[in-house]
């Protein structure tokens, strides 16, 4: 119990340094006031739906991911920012296998809570997922993990073309001239 709550509290300080670092400040909102009539104000029984449960855990992922693959972005700064959201979950999740991350459909299972502390990061209906719960990239295609080592990995988008290791493939980290992949 004492470690679960430990958990939460550290992704919710990690995540919250990942949003002060993405965060593009207030964005003006435009409000509407329509006069609605008394009639269109109550609801029958059926027309409630009871709320879902979502963990802070989801609501900060889903936040912190609300940019990903939206106008507002681009194919590298997709993977980019998926890249820094996976490092700082592993830094909180550190029981993790590098087998819960393997190939994609494991990093999405990993991600929506079959993990070791059994927490989703992300909602199930996130906007990351397709219909058969992959990660996609902006154009549909699913998204590929390498993983380098235990606390090493890469993160690819097919690009445009839908077709990996292509040359308008987006990847990060970026390579660095000169060095192997060891380095």
Not at 86 to 114: P, V
Not at 120 to 139: A, L, T
Not at 166 to 182: A, H
């Amino acid at each position: 119990m004492r470690k679960h709550l430990l958990f939460i509290v550290a992704i919710g300080f990690i995540l919250g340094l990942v949003m002060i670092l993405f965060h593009k400040g207030p964005q003006p909102v435009e409000t509407v006031e329509t006069e609605t009539p008394v009639e269109q104000t109550i609801s029958t029984h059926e027309d409630v739906q009871p709320p879902k449960k979502i963990t802070n855990e989801q609501q900060m992922g889903d936040h912190i991911l609300s940019n990903y693959a939206t106008p507002e972005s681009d194919g590298k700064k997709d993977v980019e920012l998926f890249y820094h959201y996976l490092t700082n979950i592993f830094m909180l999740i550190k029981s993790r296998d590098s087998h819960q991350y393997a190939i994609n459909e494991d990093l999405a299972n990993f991600l929506r809570g079959k993990n070791d502390y059994k927490t989703p990061c992300v909602s199930s209906d996130s906007h990351i997922f397709n219909n058969e719960g992959m990660i996609i990239d902006r154009w549909g295609t699913p998204i590929h993990i390498h993983t380098l080592s235990r606390d090493r990995f890469e993160i690819r988008s097919a690009g445009p073309d839908k077709k990996i290791f292509s040359e308008d493939d987006f990847l990060w980290p970026q390579p660095q001239p000169g060095l192997g992949v060891d380095q």
